[in-house]
T-cell receptor
Framework: AQSVTQPDIHITVSEGASLELRCNYSYGATPYLFWYVQSPGQGLQLLLKYFSGDTLVQGIKGFEAEFKRSQSSFNLRKPSVHWSDAAEYFCAVGDVRSSASKIIFGSGTRLSIRP | ETGVTQSPTHLIKTRGQQVTLRCSSQSGHNTVSWYQQALGQGPQFIFQYYREEENGRGNFPPRFSGLQFPNYSSELNVNALELDDSALYLC?????????????FGSGTRLTVV
């Protein structure tokens, strides 16, 4: 079955430090992959997406993610975090093989920023 | 262009009651998907509507039902509310042919069942 695993429940980094959030997926075909961000009490905002082509994709707010098929991973990175990046981050895979093309989410990683 | 709007933003219901949540899709989007996000969890797919018909369903009981209207807006109805139904309910819209382009999400409705 299709699934997404985010092994880190909560990460704290210092402002200005680099960030990497881990994501592993299980999908029997070429995946459509996404990263979303959710601020407290808000909906989800799409950061970036990968379908094919260059395995390093750029997104909004200075984020990037790298698709590694051999590791079934799609880790999110940012070279220097800002206090405003504190939020919940969700990795997701697009399931296009079922009757309803839908997005399956991981359980999320909460990011805290240390001043 | 307007985004996805959901109403109400918050509501409190008593166990056993029924609730209706509403969603207006983004302009040009004809597909609406509903998700339930329990506290501390990722969103779980409830169902999707396309052309006013249910187009797929997640692992939710029949007391979760929905509608889509000709203007592509949608409703989520939950009957016989249970305490575990307390969650953030998210609506997402997309173009049918571009669903894998990522959804546009609303800010959600926070439902508390007491």
């Amino acid at each position: 079955a299709q699934s997404v695993t985010q092994p880190d429940i909560h990460i704290t980094v210092s402002e200005g430090a680099s960030l990497e959030l881990r994501c592993n997926y299980s999908y029997g075909a070429t995946p459509y992959l996404f990263w979303y961000v959710q601020s407290p009490g808000q909906g989800l905002q799409l950061l970036l997406k990968y379908f094919s082509g260059d395995t390093l994709v750029q997104g909004i707010k200075g984020f990037e993610a790298e698709f590694k098929r051999s590791q079934s991973s799609f880790n999110l990175r940012k070279p220097s975090v800002h206090w405003s990046d504190a939020a919940e981050y969700f990795c997701a895979v697009g399931d296009v093989r079922s009757s309803a093309s839908k997005i399956i989410f991981g359980s999320g990683t909460r990011l805290s920023i240390r001043p | 262009e307007t985004g996805v709007t959901q109403s109400p933003t918050h509501l409190i219901k008593t166990r056993g009651q029924q609730v209706t949540l509403r969603c207006s899709s983004q302009s040009g989007h004809n597909t609406v998907s509903w998700y339930q996000q329990a506290l501390g969890q990722g969103p779980q797919f409830i169902f999707q509507y396309y052309r006013e018909e249910e187009n797929g369903r997640g692992n939710f009981p029949p007391r979760f039902s929905g509608l889509q209207f000709p203007n592509y807006s949608s409703e989520l109805n939950v009957n016989a509310l249970e305490l575990d139904d307390s969650a953030l309910y998210l609506c997402a819209s997309s173009r049918r042919t571009e669903v894998t382009g990522g959804y546009t999400f609303g800010s959600g409705t926070r439902l508390t069942v007491v």
